[in-house]
């Protein structure tokens, strides 16, 4: 079992940054791979970006690229998702997500994780 902690979230206006946090724990070596993902109101969870903690890519989705930044810290077991230039249409739940990928090609597909975090609120403000 691995549990995953997220935090970090909360409200910002456009253009601004937030940094999310996503603490591990249990049998994290059992994963390799570690993504975040965001469900808005009415729309599907769709994966964000996502990072291979044994040594592989990061991996994001078109809408975040060159705004949002995942990164690990493999001592404390924390994965990062560092979100700036926010905009509105950000505004979502963002979750936490690990489990053992075998293709890179997996990584946004959320049937491919089963270990879920709680969740973390972001709201973006025009």
């Known amino acids: 079992q691995v549990q995953l902690v997220e935090s970090g979230g909360g409200s910002v206006q456009a253009g601004g940054s937030l940094r999310l946090s996503c603490a591990a724990s249990g049998y994290t070596y059992s994963s390799n791979c570690m993504g975040w993902f965001r469900q808005a109101p009415g729309k599907e969870r769709e994966g964000v970006a996502a990072?291979?903690?044994?040594?592989?890519?990061?991996y994001y989705a078109d809408s975040v690229k060159g705004r949002f930044t995942i990164s690990q810290d493999n001592a404390k077991n924390t994965v990062y998702l560092q979100m700036n230039s926010l905009k509105p249409e950000d505004t979502a739940l963002y979750y936490c997500?690990?489990?053992?990928?075998?293709?890179?090609?997996?990584?946004?597909?959320?049937?491919?994780?089963?270990?879920w975090g709680q969740g973390t609120q972001v709201t973006v403000s025009s």
């Open positions: 997500a690990a489990d053992r990928l075998y293709s890179d090609y997996l990584w946004d597909v959320p049937a491919g994780y089963g270990y």
């Open positions: 990072i291979y903690t044994d040594g592989g890519g990061t």
